[in-house]
Nanobody, 125 residues
Framework: QVQLVESGGGSVQAGGSLRLSCAASGYINNRNYMGWFRQVPGKEREGVAV????????YYGDSVKGRFTISRDNAKNTVYLQMNSLKPEDTAMYYCAADLRYGSTWYNSYQYNYWGQGTQVTVSS
């Protein structure tokens, strides 16, 4: 059974930084996508960033490009999200996702097989 455990959320002022971590345990495909989505109440889950664990290609949502960086440590089965220049609109529950179904687009949250419990990020103005 795959488990994804997020950490690193918290509260920060606008302009600040946070780093999220997602550690995977159990069998996980090392040539697939792993990354982050976020959600605020009443809205759909939004793709933030994912990385291909087999080669490092990364994809970002338009709202975070240039501010967020996703990286991976395959030896630790861990993916990181460095978030800089945070804005109040980045406030959300951030979820780790893994194992994108073949042929799906990376930002389609319904096509991931595994999810973490989420970690809250709050950015105050």
């Amino acid at each position: 059974q795959v488990q994804l455990v997020e950490s690193g959320g918290g509260s920060v002022q606008a302009g600040g930084s946070l780093r999220l971590s997602c550690a995977a345990s159990g069998y996980i495909n090392n040539r697939n996508y792993m990354g982050w989505f976020r959600q605020v109440p009443g809205k759909e889950r939004e793709g933030v960033a994912v990385i291909y664990t087999g080669g490092g290609a990364a994809y970002y949502g338009d709202s975070v490009k240039g501010r967020f960086t996703i990286s991976r440590d395959n030896a630790k089965n861990t993916v990181y999200l460095q978030m800089n220049s945070l804005k109040p609109e980045d406030t959300a529950m951030y979820y780790c996702a893994a194992d994108l179904r073949y042929g799906s687009t990376w930002y389609n949250s319904y096509q991931y097989n595994y999810w973490g419990q989420g970690t809250q990020v709050t950015v105050s103005s």
